[in-house]
């Protein structure tokens, strides 16, 4: 026979699992800001929003709301900087995101932010003095300051791999080793799971810039190649396990583009080659024989948005930023929008990302100090 004290205890234990999954389910679908409120409430509580199920099931919930992030350099409606987030309708700030280094985000994954800070230049050696990285959650103001490394001559070249099943990231650094030729181009990798920078050797092509875009654990960015002779541009990718490739882009793309990810995919965002106002939208189908198919094309309102400085997309909107305005076009729909700004914030201001909220931590003993404490 069975036990019905047993029985009981059974039955007790499934409805204690099933109120849990509600309360998570109920909590998980909370702004950061309130779940580190509500973290506060007692050790229980602390223990439920600090678990890696918890923290998993907030970003699936978050990574269906996602919006965008900028860091206005002045505006008249604040003493101080704000992170600021968007989602094409509203507007809030992330209070205590402040620092200089937020003016020079490069990539946004996951509720992490990469940022570098300059610290000065030498144009008599023409070497870089020391370039700052750091990893930053800003819903929950842990900030990582990676490591120094090598002396460079002018500025590194950065790019972020987030891997989401390990949340372990890796940090690729190009640049031109002090005391060698300039030509010489050299690549090092930092890795999230030792602590240290790993040193790749020299390299045949280097990023433009540090704009860049991870996507599948692999990193893209902006390169030259040589072709007949001649200097055209290109894609470079690095892979999970650091292997190097180059992807050619679409013949018609020949005026500015920016790299993008859509439904999983590389994309690319460029005017039209024959008609300067409209663009065009490709996607990556074959990176081995660099094949591109057209998503879209249309006209832009190229005198309400001037000069395109960015681009970014979420889902079926395009956001395309000029140093005064955000204009969102929606893919399905075919239509513009245009994001009415309450605040004057849009006097000057870093580039916009794609950003979703998350608990991730930084866990590593290199995280900048800062106050936190566990429920009684």
């Known amino acids: 026979m069975d036990d019905p004290c047993n029985d009981l205890i059974g039955s007790w234990n499934e409805s204690l699992l099933e109120l849990e999954s509600i309360v998570i389910n109920i909590l998980s679908r909370l702004p950061v800001k309130s779940l580190m409120i509500c973290k506060s409430v007692s050790k ?37 900087h704000f992170l600021i987030k968007i989602d094409g309708e509203t507007i809030e700030t992330l209070p205590g995101c402040n620092e200089q280094y ?41 900030v990582l300051l990676l490591p120094q490394s090598r002396g460079s001559k002018g500025s590194p070249k950065i790019g972020v791999s987030f891997y989401p099943r390990t949340n372990e990231f890796k940090v690729f650094r190009f ?53 007949d002779g001649l200097s055209i541009v290109c894609i470079l990718a690095v892979d999970l396990l ?18 993008v990810s859509f439904e999983g995919c590389l994309s690319l965002v460029a005017g039209n080659v024959f008609d300067k ?8 189908q074959d990176s081995n024989k660099s094949t591109w198919i057209r998503k879209c094309s249309d006209d832009m309102p190229i005198s309400n948005i001037g000069r395109v400085k960015h681009v970014a997309v979420q889902k079926n909107e395009i956001l395309f930023a000029s140093m005064r305005h ?6 399905c729909s075919k239509t513009w929008r245009e994001f009415n700004w309450v605040h004057d914030f849009r006097k000057r201001f870093s580039i916009p990302l794609t950003y979703t909220e998350s608990l991730l931590h930084l866990a590593t003993d290199s995280l900048v100090p800062k106050s936190r404490t566990s429920p009684a």
């Open 102 to 142: 937020f003016r020079n985000m490069i990539c946004s994954f996951n509720g992490l932010i990469c940022c570098i800070n300059h610290g000065g230049f030498c144009h008599r050696t023409r070497r870089s003095l020391h370039q700052d990285i750091y990893i930053c959650n800003p819903a929950t103001r842990e």
């Open 326 to 331: 955000y204009f969102f076009y929606n893919m």
């Open 175 to 227: 640049f031109s080793p002090a005391g060698k030729s300039h030509d010489r181009k050299e690549c090092e990798v930092y890795s999230s799971i030792n602590g240290s920078w790993k040193g790749i050797g020299c390299v045949a092509h280097r990023p433009r810039n540090s704009k860049h875009i991870c996507i599948n654990e692999t990193v893209y960015w902006f390169a030259k190649s040589k072709k």
């Open 277 to 284: 106002n409209r663009f065009d939208m490709w996607i990556l």
């Open 44 to 80: 229980h509580w602390w223990r439920l929003i600090s678990s890696p199920d918890f923290i998993r099931a907030q970003l699936t919930w978050s990574l269906e709301n996602p919006g965008y992030v900028f860091y206005p350099y002045a505006c008249s409606c604040h003493n101080e």
């Open 242 to 259: 650091e292997n190097f490739s180059v992807i050619s882009i679409p013949e018609q793309v020949t005026r500015w583009a920016f790299l």
